[in-house]
């Protein structure tokens, strides 16, 4: 299997772990949903270099996490400026830390799943 599609195949399995999580296809790309869309996988968009993801991010993680590391989160097109955060996944050289991208989606599901489905999660909501 590609490295592309490797990645893509275990950020599925990150993602699916989640409660009534979903995958559909949105603007070509791989992505998940919880009643609505919490993470998209964008690979080159529109020629850009990278491979990552778009995720729905809590009140003022973008910039919080933009500021710190902006070689690996980025303030994506057409969604930043409703809050959400992207992550570069090909940023190291042996991959992406899978514990804190799945920090990443477990946080970007809390923001847009229902109370009910979030607090099966534990740790709040």
Do not use: N
């Not at 950020?11 to 772990?17: E, I």
């Not at 949903?33 to 009140?59: C, K, N, Q, T």
Request: proline share 9%; aromatic share 8%; glycine share 8%.
């Amino acid at each position: 299997m590609p490295p592309e599609e490797q990645l893509v195949e275990r950020l599925r399995q990150v993602c699916l772990a989640l409660p009534e999580a979903t995958e559909k296809i949105s603007h070509g790309s791989p992505s998940w949903f919880v009643r609505r869309m919490f993470v998209s996988y964008v690979g080159h968009h529109h020629g850009d270099e990278h491979l990552a993801i778009w995720v729905a991010a809590p009140e003022g993680a973008q910039e919080e996490m933009v500021t710190a590391e902006p070689a690996r989160f980025f303030v994506p097109p057409y969604v930043g400026h409703r809050g959400w955060l992207g992550m570069r996944l090909d940023v190291e050289p042996e991959g992406p830390d899978w514990d804190e991208v799945r920090e990443v989606v477990t946080d970007a599901y809390r923001v847009v799943a229902p109370r009910r489905l979030a607090a099966r999660l534990g740790g709040g909501t």
